[in-house]
């Protein structure tokens, strides 16, 4: 079970977006792609057969997990655990004790 997944609001807890939150929207692996953070500039050459034309993009890169945490309902980074509760695995927020869904 992975205890970050898609929908979760998350909080970068190192590197140069440090503090800054966003939601998941993508987890390959143990890369996780989250809206706002760690954008880059990329220079993308005109194209005329596709009719997009040339310049400097902003692109949401992947960031890996270990650099992201949970957060919990006060705003504040958790770490997650997995229990069993009536025969199915839960994510529980270690800060509050809230039960995260399955």
Not at 33 to 55: D, I
Not at 60 to 74: E, F, G, K, Q, V
């Amino acid at each position: 079970m992975k205890k970050i997944r898609t929908g979760d609001e998350v909080i970068a807890i190192t590197g140069k977006d440090k503090g800054k939150r966003g939601v998941v929207l993508v987890v390959a692996g143990e890369k996780i792609t989250v809206e706002g953070l760690n954008l880059v500039t990329k220079h993308v050459k005109p194209n005329p057969m596709k009719g997009t034309a040339g310049g400097m993009e902003s692109k949401t890169m992947p960031i890996h997990r270990s650099n992201l945490a949970l957060l919990d309902a006060n705003g504040k980074p958790s770490r997650v655990s997995i229990k069993v509760e009536n025969g199915e695995k839960v994510r529980v927020l270690k800060t509050t004790g809230a039960v995260l869904s399955a």
